[in-house]
């Protein structure tokens, strides 16, 4: 059998980064920079005010002082003279700084009456003015090539003036659900048939990956039906098959896609749920069979999708974060698997408390949509007792 | 001056929670239900397989025994007999257990030859069998009211099936940022005039929150653009605006909505960056004035808009989650107002270390977008050493 790193390492090695494409800024929100956003002004462009006030001299900068007001400069309005001995000029924040003048005396140090003012108080040379270039000078990265773009980036590339970004092409992920007995809700359902749930939620699930969705017509478990299922993938990034295990999907899947050029490995996986999985490549385009069990489906999905869909959006992948909790029940030791244990959640001042639920049945899906967390046991784990910390993955926290 | 506490009660005590739309499921994630999802159907419907094997009575699972395979029942094709004594039918996951059996043998504890199978061991009765209604039956909820929907949720409402789901409208918050000296990326910069960061930076916020954003065009600092402005808002969830502090937007805001029905209050907040705050009702309609300055802004809207949005939403308003990190630098003392500064941070084993950027200068975008965590620092912390512990909020944790 073969751990989940070393599956997840094989999956990840044969995956590449989808090509860029150019979108407009304001939809640039969690797609990844494909090349670097280079700021096409500088910021401040000129010495503006860091406040409401009046622009004057440092040398009449006196307590007591007498200045006389020679014009007004709201934002985007500059004064267009000069601030000569003795006078001063109304400024605001964002405002910029006259020429002539060195320094920003702030309102409150001010009483004004008529067009004089009274300072009340002395400044020093370049108080409240924000220098030229202080926040960003033409041609400084403002977002590197390869991030993930958030809302600060987004305000960021907007400042520097970018109404365009190129960003690498969302993955498109086709999802091909296998199986006589599943039918989509609202759908007739057969005799023995289940409602299939695989499907739309990988589809949600990679769609918080970051990914694109392709939800293919359900294929039922015959070589036509799958052939027709891969052939409609045709473009995706990779295509995600679930289920047909029942019937023996290995043998269904292979010869019904060799003639396609597809190279196919079946692993036997040491964990818990989701021991079979299937990995290889249609032609160019990447495959990945999940088990048919919603449960299994979802944490394979978890542990070799998540990665997979974020390598190739053009992010270097990861396994999903560990954080710990205190367990707040005890746990049996562990066997030879990797174990991913349903569990419930809370907080406890800055702690998190965990309590794995008690039936663990892949067969259970409420039980897998209530967990808020999973508890990573290492094979051969020992017994754990009630305090004892262990590694956790929060799904909430990942939108999953 | 107001706590940021009481200043967000206020905002979060003046909402009210969106109506309700009926979706189709696959749309379904990251919306909040508004009225629970309760099964249509019973989980598993019969009692079914849960591995691949052979259907037999309990009373012949003797180890070297020798049955009849009377039968094959894939899933989705149930065998329509019954199992009588020595017989035995041909199952796989998720196949329906026939009549007159009350066991499952797994295939690797038999050995096949022709249409007889020999049992290698024995078998209890009941045993790899999924009982009808293990995971749910007809009318358990399966998804409750007010509950934020993610990929599981949807696997669950969908083996429930349900094609539709009735969740509440996504929260449309109109962004009106205000200012002669502000122009859209890639337009003309007046002269001493800058480019707009903040109505986009504020649009991807409220998408990753879960709200709509609708950006209006940029309303410069008079009466009629900010009248046309609050105009176009009408409809929406609730109305934010940015900026126009530089010219006393209190005194044009105030007076060209007051015909609009507007009631406002202006706070200043005890909290830095970001201390100037509107709040007020233009008729049905929330309004939240922002500051200009693009990082007070993001900060403004990380402590009240965020949970604002929250709330419009149908979920528990919070303020953002406090997390623990150790210092990598020494803080000096902090004042009266509550302070969040930005910083780096990293994972050393399970805990977090932060280090705050040296410049804190609130006109600074890039070290905002380069923050991975503010550390929050309430009024009159005492200095910090290095290896004091602080609470952080994770920017990167929230997509913001």
Redesign the interface.
Known sequence: MLSVDEARAKILGALKVTPPETIA??N???RVTAVPVLAR?T????DIS?M?GYAIRAVDAEAGAVLKVIGS??????FNGQVGAGEAVRL?????IPRGADTVIIQENVTASGSTIHLTEAAGIMKNI?AAG???AVG?V??PAGKLV???????????????VTVHQRPRIAILAT????S???EA?????????????????I??CGGEPV?LPIAG?NIAAIVEGADAARGADMLVTTGG???GDHDLVQPALQARGLTLDFWKIAMRPGKPLMFGNLGTMPMLGLP???VSA?VCALLFLRPAITELSGLPAEAPV???ARLDSAMKPNDQREDYVRANLRRDG?EWVVTPFGKQ?S????T??N?EALIKRPPHDPGKKIGDIVEIIR???M??
Not at 43 to 46: D, G, L, N, Y
Not at 363 to 366: D, N
């Open positions: 800024l304001a640039a929100y969690g002004l910021q401040p462009p000129s860091a409401d400069a709201p934002a985007g309005h500059p605001f924040t964002g405002s910029v924000r202080q926040d960003f400084d403002l977002v958030n809302a600060r980036d987004i305000g960021l590339a907007a400042a520097g003036n970018h109404p365009w199986g006589d007995e599943i989509l809700p609202g359902i057969s005799d023995g048939g289940i409602v299939s749930s695989n499907a739309h939620m990988l589809a949600a699930f769609m918080a939800v478990d295990a029942s019937v048919g069990n919603p979802y560990l954080e710990t800055y049945d067969g259970m899906l409420r897998l949509a967990a799904l909430g926290a939108g999953l």
